[in-house]
C-alpha cells in the first residue's frame, strides 16, 4: 500500500471510482483503443489529516502542449479573479515599493492580468504550453514550466524574491506538494506571503460532488490538513477565507511562522473541520455511501427519461464529469452528445465514455428535452446565457447538491 503523500504515515482507502482515464483527456476515434485508464482511488491519512489519491498518473500526462481547460471560458471567473488581485494588491502588497507577485498553474492569465493592467512585476510559472502561450500573446510573463526548488531558484535568480505566491486551483494538482513548498521557501522573501485556493473538503463531503475527484486533483485539502503541511516547513496559515467557487472553496493566506499575525478566524474555521467530522474517518465512509446513492438516483432518473422517449444532452464537459460519466456509466444511450464551448474538445469524444462534444453554438439549433448540467458551478452563468432554452421547454437536470429539475 502507497504511504501518505505528505508524512508518510499509513492510508485508509474509503472510496473507489473504478477505472478512470485522463479526465482532460478528449479523444479522436482512432484513439479509443490505446486510451489509458488508472484505478481512481481515494484514501485518509489520520496523521496528516490529507484526503488524497492512491494512484495519480504522471504530471506529463496531464499537463501538455494540449491541455483542454482554458481558464478564461467562465465569465464570472474572470470577475472572481479580479476581485483575488484587489485582496492582494490592497491587503500585502500595499506598503511595498515595488512588489513582485508569482503565481503558479497560471494558465491563460485569468489572474495575472490584472496585476500587469496595474503595471505591478509578476511572473507566472505554467507547464501547460498551449494555454500559457495565450498569456503569453497578452504580454503577460509566463515562463513554460513545472514549478520545483530548481525553478524558484532560476525565478530569484533571474527577477529576485517574491512577495507573494499565489496559485488558484493547482496546489490540489501537484502529488509532489511538499517539494513546491520548498520552492516557495526559496521564492519568497522571509515576511513574503503565500496566497491560494483550492475546492475545500469540507464543501465536497456535505455537497457529496465527488466529480472533485479525478487525476488532476490529488488532494481535497482543509484547513488542518494544510496546517500540518506547512508546520513541517516552519509556516503557518494566518487567515482563511471561504469562497463560492468551483462548488465551495478554501483561500488560505500563509507566511513564515512568527512574521505575521494571524487572523482568529483561523481557530474558529479549524474547531469547525473538527466539530463537523472533516477529520474523522466516519465521516468518509458516510461520504462514500452517499456517492453510492447519488449514482443509483441520477441513473435512475436518466433511464426513466430515455424509456419515456426524451432526449437528454450532456452541457460543458467538465473535467469533473468524467468523473460522473465513467462511474456511473453514462454514455451516448443516455446523451445525445455534450455541447461545450472550447474549441479544443469540440468534434472529439468524451474521455472513457466516448460522447461526442459538439460546439456550443449548436446548442440553440437542437434544444434536447433535458440537458444535464456537468457545469454547475457555473449555474448562474449558464442559466442567464440559456433562458431561451427554459422558455422553449428544455429543463435542466442538476445534480448539486441533490438530484432536482429545473
Ligand atoms: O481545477 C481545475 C479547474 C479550475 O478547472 C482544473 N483541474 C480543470 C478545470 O476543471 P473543470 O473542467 O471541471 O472546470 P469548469 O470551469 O467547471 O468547466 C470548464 C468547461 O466548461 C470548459 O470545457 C468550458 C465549459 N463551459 C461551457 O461549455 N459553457 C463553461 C461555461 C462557463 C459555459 O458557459
Ligand atoms: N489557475 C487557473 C488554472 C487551474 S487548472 C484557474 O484557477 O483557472 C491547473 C493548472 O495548473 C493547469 O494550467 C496546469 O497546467 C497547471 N499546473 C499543473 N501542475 C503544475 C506545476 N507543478 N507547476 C505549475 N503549474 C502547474
Known sequence: MKKCLICDGELIKFAEFGPMPIANGFLKEEDFENEYFFDLEV?????????????????????????????????????????????????????????????????????????????????????????????????????????????????????????????????????????????????????????????????????????????????????????????????????????????????????????????????EFTNIEIEEGLTDIDKLHNFNDNCIRHKEDLMSLLKKLKSDGKTIAGYAATSKSTTVMNYCGINSNHLDCIYDTTPLKQNKYSPGTHVLIKPHSEFKNNYPDYALLFGYNHLNEILEKEKDFIAKGGKWIVYVPKLHII
Open 43 to 267: 484514501a485518509y491519512c489520520e496523521k496528516s489529516k490529507m484526503v488524497q489519491l492512491i494512484n495519480q498518473p504522471k504530471p506529463s500526462q496531464m499537463f501538455h502542449e494540449n491541455y483542454a481547460f482554458f481558464s478564461g471560458t467562465s465569465k464570472n471567473m474572470g470577475k472572481h479573479f479580479e476581485l483575488f488581485a484587489d485582496y492582494v494588491i490592497d491587503t500585502h502588497l500595499k506598503n511595498i515599493a515595488s512588489p513582485f507577485v508569482c503565481e503558479i498553474g497560471s494558465n491563460d492569465g485569468i489572474l495575472l492580468k490584472n496585476f500587469k493592467k496595474k503595471g505591478i512585476k509578476h511572473l507566472g510559472v505554467e507547464p501547460s504550453s498551449n494555454v500559457a502561450n495565450v498569456a503569453k500573446q497578452a504580454g503577460i510573463n509566463t515562463i513554460v514550466e513545472f514549478f520545483d526548488p530548481e525553478c524558484a531558484k532560476k525565478i530569484v535568480k533571474e527577477h529576485g524574491e517574491a512577495d507573494a505566491f499565489l496559485a488558484a486551483n493547482v496546489m490540489c494538482h501537484i502529488g509532489s506538494i511538499k517539494s513546491v513548498v520548498e520552492a516557495i521557501k526559496i521564492l519568497i522573501k522571509d515576511d513574503g506571503v503565500v496566497i491560494f485556493e483550492d475546492p475545500y473538503l469540507g464543501e465536497v463531503l456535505k455537497n457529496t460532488t465527488y466529480d472533485q475527484i479525478y487525476d488532476e486533483h490529488v488532494f481535497l485539502f482543509s484547513i488542518s490538513s494544510i496546517q500540518f503541511l506547512f508546520n513541517q516547513f516552519d509556516m503557518e496559515i494566518i487567515d482563511v477565507f471561504p469562497q463560492k467557487t468551483h462548488g465551495g472553496s478554501m483561500r488560505y493566506v500563509i507566511a513564515n511562522k512568527g512574521m505575521k499575525k494571524i487572523s482568529k478566524k483561523v481557530g
